[in-house]
């Protein structure tokens, strides 16, 4: 199995509201997300504590300037890590602030996510939902705790059980909560059209790609190492995937004639990485 420290990023929970002050639940635990992923009760013992004394790091959608907030609290209870946060008084958190809030009063969600860390000793690997579901089973965890049974059982591709975070370096506010990770979404808008990410400059929106496809190369090595144990290879749709990338990738380089050299180097690097893929998966 290849070792698969990486970043991720994950959409969950909602924020209530007292004056300055919020809490919510930024990370649920037997929950299966779209990225593969379901946090265990115990992951965060060690990174939530830490986190709290340290930086202690509230961002809006983990991108910006400045920080909009600071974590105060950060406890492990039943249905996952609860977090009580202040926000800074600057105009990106007053408007973040006011904006949760409208949503609220309209009825509508206003999600968290973390920035969390992890490395080998800290997760399973499943081929798919039902042997996670069997690992569980077999570990003794309460079943009647595990979210969508029926999902993960029918889940065909490979999940991950998260039994230690490494490190909890921040966590944000987001426009979707209850949604796959964060930084997948946030992929998926920049190549789907979707004007989420507007605003962003160049730069920032080439170095999250970037960590995007770092992280894909990383979920790749893992997958590809486990299958060729059992004598086998990626499936076709991983690398067509890859060169599609890649593909669009080689466009970006060539429309970004008159981008900064900041710019221009961050494309050449994403295509490096694309291509470092292709070999990688071939």
Same mark, same amino acid.
């Given at each position: 199995?290849a070792?698969?420290?990486?970043?991720?990023f994950?959409?969950?929970?909602?924020?209530?509201?007292?004056e300055?002050?919020?809490?919510? $639940?930024?990370?649920?635990? !037997? =929950?299966?997300?779209r990225? @593969?992923?379901m946090? /265990?009760?115990g992951?965060?013992?060690s990174?939530?504590?830490?986190?709290?004394?340290g930086?202690?790091?509230?961002?809006?959608?983990?991108?910006?300037?400045l920080?909009?907030?600071?974590c105060?609290?950060?406890?492990?209870?039943?249905e996952g890590?609860?977090?009580?946060?202040v926000?800074?008084?600057h105009?990106?958190?007053?408007d973040?602030r006011?904006?949760a809030?409208e949503?609220?009063?309209?009825?509508?969600?206003?999600g968290?996510?973390?920035?969390?860390? $992890?490395?080998?000793q800290? !997760? =399973?690997?499943?081929?798919? @939902?039902?042997?996670? /579901?069997?690992?569980?089973?077999?570990e003794?965890?309460?079943?009647?705790?595990?979210?969508?049974?029926?999902?993960?059982?029918?889940?065909s591709?490979y999940?991950?059980?998260?039994?230690?975070?490494?490190?909890?370096?921040?966590?944000?506010?987001?426009?979707?909560g209850?949604a796959p990770?964060?930084?997948?979404?946030?992929?998926?808008?920049v190549?789907?059209?979707?004007?989420?990410?507007?605003?962003?400059?160049t730069?920032?929106?080439?170095?999250m790609l970037?960590?995007?496809?770092d992280?894909g190369?990383?979920?790749l090595?893992?997958?590809?190492s486990?299958?060729?144990?059992?004598?086998?290879?990626?499936?076709?749709?991983?690398v067509?995937?890859a060169k599609?990338?890649?593909?669009?990738?080689?466009t970006?380089?060539?429309?970004?004639?008159?981008?900064?050299a900041?710019?221009?180097?961050?494309?050449?690097?994403?295509?490096?990485?694309a291509?470092?893929?292709?070999?990688?998966?071939n």
């Amino acid at each position: 199995m290849a070792h698969r420290e990486t970043q991720i990023f994950k959409s969950v929970g909602s924020v209530k509201f007292d004056e300055r002050k919020a809490s919510g $639940i930024a990370s649920p635990f !037997y =929950e299966l997300d779209r990225h @593969g992923d379901m946090m /265990l009760p115990g992951c965060y013992k060690s990174a939530a504590p830490a986190f709290v004394e340290g930086e202690a790091v509230v961002m809006l959608n983990h991108y910006g300037m400045l920080p909009i907030g600071v974590c105060t609290k950060a406890d492990e209870v039943d249905e996952g890590l609860a977090v009580d946060f202040v926000y800074h008084t600057h105009k990106e958190a007053t408007d973040a602030r006011s904006v949760a809030k409208e949503r609220q009063e309209m009825g509508k969600g206003t999600g968290l996510s973390v920035g969390i860390r $992890i490395q080998k000793q800290g !997760y =399973e690997e499943f081929e798919n @939902g039902q042997q996670l /579901l069997n690992w569980l089973e077999d570990e003794g965890h309460d079943m009647g705790r595990v979210k969508n049974t029926d999902k993960i059982r029918a889940y065909s591709r490979y999940c991950w059980a998260i039994k230690k975070v490494d490190e909890l370096f921040e966590f944000s506010q987001v426009c979707v909560g209850a949604a796959p990770s964060a930084l997948a979404t946030q992929i998926k808008n920049v190549f789907g059209g979707d004007k989420l990410l507007a605003d962003l400059a160049t730069d920032e929106l080439m170095k999250m790609l970037l960590a995007g496809v770092d992280v894909g190369v990383e979920r790749l090595e893992s997958i590809k190492s486990v299958r060729a144990a059992d004598g086998r290879k990626l499936g076709g749709d991983a690398v067509a995937n890859a060169k599609s990338l890649r593909d669009r990738l080689d466009t970006l380089i060539k429309s970004a004639e008159g981008a900064t050299a900041p710019d221009d180097v961050i494309l050449k690097g994403l295509q490096l990485q694309a291509e470092a893929m292709l070999l990688e998966i071939n």
